[in-house]
């Protein structure tokens, strides 16, 4: 629950427990690698689209089953993928992109895992410095966190081009690290499904179960979100995440 300007009470969350982030791909320098781009990374247990709001660029994938795949961006351009396929925006100096995720708040509370490579993985303590840099040092500390995944990166790349078989065996250590770290999450995640889209189905239902009489209970409450409320520095590039709805008063 939060308050509204008028100091009364109301359930946060988007149409149907969706979360809408505004990402603007890192482009104040470039990565290790020479590119304008974002952490690569990799979700759980949500699935993840990109709608494309100016400029181009491309984003490559990592999976069991293709391997790598790189897709070009442009203008316009709807994206939709799975979890557990590892994933890097990269700019071509002014990628601004819409991302959606299929369950609002999980990203936010660590379903989602930054590449750093196995060094990093194997030691909690160089993990969390690396991933809480943002954190301590604004847009420079979220620059150096993209640099050291990017140079982390850079030896996944390399495993694909000269070792496919250490390529996969190393993206699956990652995917299954991941799955083992989060698991004892399971509890947090499931009750931001159940408050979110879970409640957004159940109160759906209950209204097409009123009809044909008009559904009762539902406030004709008109929210929004300006520009400039909400700010963070993301593992993609500097977000505009959707986090608080205010209503409109007459």
């Given at each position: 629950m939060s308050e509204t300007s008028s100091g009364e009470s109301r359930r946060l969350g988007l149409i149907g427990g969706i979360g809408l982030t505004e990402v603007h791909v890192y482009a104040q320098r470039k990565a290790p690698d020479g590119s304008f781009?974002?952490?690569?990374?990799?979700?759980?247990?949500?699935?993840?689209?990109?709608?494309?709001?100016?400029?181009?660029?491309?984003?490559?994938f990592h999976d069991l089953e293709n391997g790598y795949r790189k897709?070009?961006?442009?203008?316009?351009?709807y994206l939709h993928f799975p979890p557990l396929v590892l994933h890097r925006l990269i700019s071509d100096g002014d990628l601004v992109i819409l991302g959606m995720m299929g369950n609002a708040g999980l990203a936010e509370r660590g379903e989602a895992r930054i590449y750093?490579?196995?060094?990093?993985?194997?030691?909690?303590?160089?993990?969390?410095?690396?991933?809480?840099?943002?954190?301590?040092?604004?847009?420079?500390?979220?620059?150096?966190?993209?640099?050291?995944?990017?140079?982390?990166?850079?030896?996944?790349?390399r495993l694909w081009t000269e070792d496919r078989t250490a390529y996969f065996a190393e993206l699956g250590r990652f995917i299954d690290t991941h799955c083992r770290a989060v698991g004892d999450k399971a509890d947090v995640f499931r009750a931001a499904v159940t408050g979110g889209p879970q409640?957004?189905?159940?109160?759906?239902l209950r209204r097409i179960d009123a009809l044909p009489a008009r559904p009762g209970a539902v406030p004709p409450d008109v929210e929004r979100?300006?520009?400039?409320?909400?700010q963070a520095f993301g593992m993609c590039g500097v977000l505009r995440p959707v986090l608080s709805l205010n209503r409109v008063t007459p």
């Open positions: 781009s974002g952490c690569p990374h990799v979700h759980a247990v949500t699935d993840e689209a990109y709608y494309v709001l100016r400029g181009s660029g491309a984003v490559e897709l070009p961006l442009v203008l316009g351009d750093f490579g196995p060094e990093a993985d194997a030691d909690p303590t160089q993990f969390a410095e690396l991933l809480s840099l943002p954190s301590r040092l604004g847009l420079e500390g979220a620059l150096q966190r993209r640099d050291a995944a990017v140079a982390g990166y850079a030896t996944l790349m409640a957004w189905a159940t109160e759906t979100n300006r520009v400039g409320d909400d």
